[in-house]
């Protein structure tokens, strides 16, 4: 059974990094695009960050272009979310998702959730001021 499994989460103060890692298990995920999205308590789920399947192109939410960067090791079956800079507004559960190549037209398909079929369970953010 394919899996999806986040962590790296916890809490940090206002101006901290972390590094969030995806591991995926149960099958190959090397021809997927991967992304990252987040939910902050009461909003709805947003788009953080994703990456093609080759690495070779990456996307993000404008808001946190130049903090935050996606990055994947096929060999690993892993993706990587480096957060620098974290601001309190970024607390949130943030969620690994996969999305096979079928669901992706174009750059802007990795930034909808309905373009991944599997999903993590998600690992919280809590940022301090």
């Known amino acids: 059974q394919a899996q999806l499994v986040e962590s790296g989460g916890g809490l940090v103060q206002a101006g901290g990094s972390l590094r969030l890692s995806c591991a995926a298990s149960g099958r190959t995920f090397s021809s997927y695009g991967m992304g990252w999205f987040r939910r902050a308590p009461g909003k709805e789920r947003d788009f953080v960050a994703a990456?093609?399947?080759?690495?070779?192109?990456?996307y993000y939410a404008d808001s946190l272009k130049g903090r935050f960067t996606i990055s994947r090791d096929n060999a690993k079956n892993t993706v990587y979310l480096q957060m620098n800079s974290l601001k309190p507004e970024d607390t949130a559960v943030y969620y690994c998702?996969?999305?096979?190549?079928?669901?992706?037209?174009?750059?802007?398909?990795?930034?909808?959730?309905?373009?991944?079929?599997?999903w993590g369970q998600g690992t919280q953010v809590t940022v301090s001021s």
């Open positions: 990456i093609s399947w080759t690495g070779g192109n990456t």
């Open positions: 998702a996969a999305a096979p190549t079928s669901r992706i037209h174009s750059g802007s398909s990795y930034y909808r959730g309905g373009s991944y079929d599997y």
